[in-house]
């Protein structure tokens, strides 16, 4: 898991770099298009108008706007705001909103409103975007002019970690430790989903902003799936069958415990395991080793459910294709796997980690990454499958190590003196 402000400054940092360049049309035109602009015949003024939209010259611009704006034929001007659409700069923009408005011909104010439309995506950088949801949730998508989904994301959000804060009491959650009330690991959970809720959104924003350029200048489409389609992932038959699953999280599995092992024997003997306790503290209540685990399996379930999502929409779906397209496939997915190791390391800061743990455990966390990112390449850079491999290795290591150490889970609760006197 990681927490928000690891991301601060990947995401702002893509935000800062300059938009991919969008390239105008290779064909040039004919040297007397500008003379042609000004010939009697309207046909001929049309022509010179569509071949100006390849020219890249100041001049056309100048030229475009004069036809746009003071040209007497109508077929003209709608050829003109044709043109300035087809140049695909965001900055023409407004030449097309004023013919929009005010043109007397209301074919030609048709035709400057279809040309908006189609160029106004054009200046809505999809870097942006992802920073301003980084910033409030919801907000890129408000950004690209989707306000219904950017201010149910904001409030969803809120909510969550809202909720979640108030349930948790001021208390930090511990997932290798015991809490004093059943509210705290259920505000965790919250929180958590708040936090990944937010992470999606920063995605979300980002790939709003590329559908509408149609993913024009970048070198492959970005992923369409919905967040109730990537939610379901885990659970989804054809997902399942994937060999990155059924075989991937095994062996991923094999490598976060081996390597935990080599490095620290002593916490796998530590404490008694499940099968040496007698009953399982879950919430407060005491169960049987079997319905406990059951129990705490389910928790841990509806835990990772938005990790898997929100980490994966995240590094995958937006960090990973933007270093994809600055490095290379490869060299992209070493890059991004790397800011994914890195970013964990606020799980090493708090207050009763060993800092030192991190040398082992952020390699590793990289290491795994860089498997989910190859089977978001080979996906055809598609989020589902490192969905189900996050949600399924994360839940499982957690049932490991509960099967190893009971005592010490999140959702042990242990009451003391002054939480019984507030029951009772």
Same mark, same amino acid.
């Given at each position: 898991?990681?927490?928000?402000?690891?991301?601060?400054?990947?995401?702002?940092?893509?935000?800062?770099?300059?938009?991919?360049?969008?390239?105008?049309?290779?064909?040039?035109?004919?040297?007397?298009?500008?003379?042609?602009?000004?010939?009697?015949?309207?046909?001929?003024?049309?022509?010179?108008?569509?071949?100006?939209?390849?020219?890249?010259?100041?001049?056309?611009?100048?030229?475009?706007?004069?036809?746009?704006?003071?040209?007497?034929?109508?077929?003209?001007?709608?050829?003109?705001?044709?043109?300035?659409? &087809?140049?695909? &700069?965001?900055?023409?923009?407004?030449?097309?909103?004023?013919?929009?408005?005010?043109?007397?011909?209301?074919?030609?104010?048709?035709?400057?409103?279809?040309?908006?439309?189609?160029?106004?995506?054009?200046?809505?950088?999809?870097?942006?975007?992802?920073?301003?949801?980084?910033?409030?949730?919801?907000?890129?998508?408000?950004?690209?002019?989707?306000?219904?989904?950017?201010?149910?994301?904001?409030?969803?959000?809120?909510?969550?970690?809202?909720?979640?804060?108030?349930?948790?009491?001021?208390?930090?959650?511990?997932?290798?430790?015991?809490?004093?009330?059943?509210?705290?690991?259920?505000?965790?959970?919250?929180?958590?989903?708040?936090?990944?809720?937010?992470?999606?959104?920063?995605? &979300?924003?980002?790939?709003?902003?590329?559908?509408?350029?149609?993913?024009?200048?970048?070198?492959?489409?970005?992923?369409?799936?919905?967040?109730?389609?990537?939610?379901?992932?885990?659970?989804?038959?054809?997902?399942?069958?994937?060999?990155?699953?059924?075989?991937?999280?095994?062996?991923?599995?094999?490598?976060?415990?081996?390597?935990?092992?080599?490095?620290?024997?002593?916490?796998?003997?530590?404490?008694?395991?499940?099968?040496?306790?007698?009953?399982?503290?879950?919430?407060?209540?005491?169960?049987?080793?079997?319905?406990?685990?059951?129990?705490?399996?389910?928790?841990?379930?509806?835990?990772?459910?938005?990790?898997?999502?929100?980490?994966?929409?995240?590094?995958?779906?937006?960090?990973?294709?933007?270093?994809?397209?600055?490095?290379?496939?490869?060299?992209?997915?070493?890059?991004?796997?790397?800011?994914?190791?890195?970013?964990?390391?606020?799980?090493?800061?708090?207050?009763?980690?060993?800092?030192?743990?991190?040398?082992?455990?952020?390699?590793?966390?990289?290491?795994?990454?860089?498997?989910?990112?190859?089977?978001?390449?080979?996906?055809?850079?598609?989020?589902?499958?490192?969905?189900?491999?996050?949600?399924?290795? &994360?839940?499982?290591?957690?049932?490991?190590?509960?099967?190893?150490?009971?005592?010490?889970?999140?959702?042990?609760?242990?009451?003391?003196?002054?939480?019984?006197?507030?029951?009772?």
């Amino acid at each position: 898991m990681v927490k928000p402000v690891a991301i601060v400054a990947v995401v702002a940092g893509l935000a800062a770099c300059a938009s991919h360049p969008v390239p105008l049309a290779p064909v040039r035109p004919g040297p007397d298009s500008y003379q042609h602009a000004g010939d009697q015949d309207p046909a001929v003024r049309a022509h010179a108008a569509a071949e100006l939209a390849d020219d890249p010259r100041p001049h056309a611009v100048e030229v475009l706007r004069i036809l746009t704006e003071r040209d007497g034929d109508p077929n003209v001007r709608i050829a003109a705001t044709t043109a300035i659409a &087809d140049r695909r &700069d965001p900055a023409l923009d407004p030449m097309l909103e004023h013919a929009a408005a005010n043109d007397a011909d209301p074919t030609v104010r048709g035709a400057a409103l279809t040309a908006h439309a189609r160029l106004w995506p054009m200046g809505k950088d999809p870097r942006v975007a992802a920073g301003l949801s980084l910033v409030c949730p919801g907000c890129g998508q408000i950004y690209v002019h989707e306000r219904a989904a950017g201010v149910a994301e904001l409030v969803a959000t809120a909510a969550l970690l809202g909720g979640g804060t108030a349930l948790a009491g001021g208390h930090a959650p511990n997932l290798d430790g015991t809490s004093s009330s059943a509210n705290v690991p259920i505000g965790a959970a919250f929180a958590l989903a708040g936090q990944n809720l937010w992470f999606y959104s920063i995605f &979300d924003a980002y790939r709003s902003a590329r559908v509408l350029r149609h993913d024009e200048g970048y070198g492959f489409a970005i992923s369409r799936e919905s967040l109730p389609s990537l939610a379901a992932a885990p659970f989804t038959p054809s997902v399942l069958a994937s060999p990155w699953v059924w075989a991937g999280v095994p062996a991923m599995l094999a490598a976060g415990l081996g390597i935990t092992y080599l490095s620290d024997r002593h916490a796998f003997t530590a404490n008694p395991s499940i099968v040496d306790v007698k009953d399982v503290n879950v919430f407060g209540s005491r169960m049987s080793p079997a319905a406990g685990f059951a129990a705490g399996g389910g928790y841990f379930a509806s835990l990772f459910a938005s990790v898997g999502v929100g980490e994966e929409s995240l590094f995958r779906g937006l960090i990973q294709t933007e270093m994809e397209e600055r490095f290379g496939t490869y060299g992209g997915l070493a890059v991004a796997s790397a800011i994914f190791g890195a970013c964990h390391f606020v799980n090493f800061a708090t207050p009763g980690a060993d800092p030192k743990q991190a040398l082992v455990a952020l390699p590793t966390i990289a290491m795994l990454g860089s498997t989910m990112g190859l089977a978001y390449i080979h996906s055809g850079h598609q989020l589902r499958t490192g969905v189900a491999m996050h949600f399924w290795y &994360d839940t499982l290591l957690s049932l490991a190590s509960f099967a190893l150490d009971p005592t010490h889970q999140p959702f042990v609760v242990q009451m003391s003196s002054t939480t019984l006197k507030e029951l009772f």
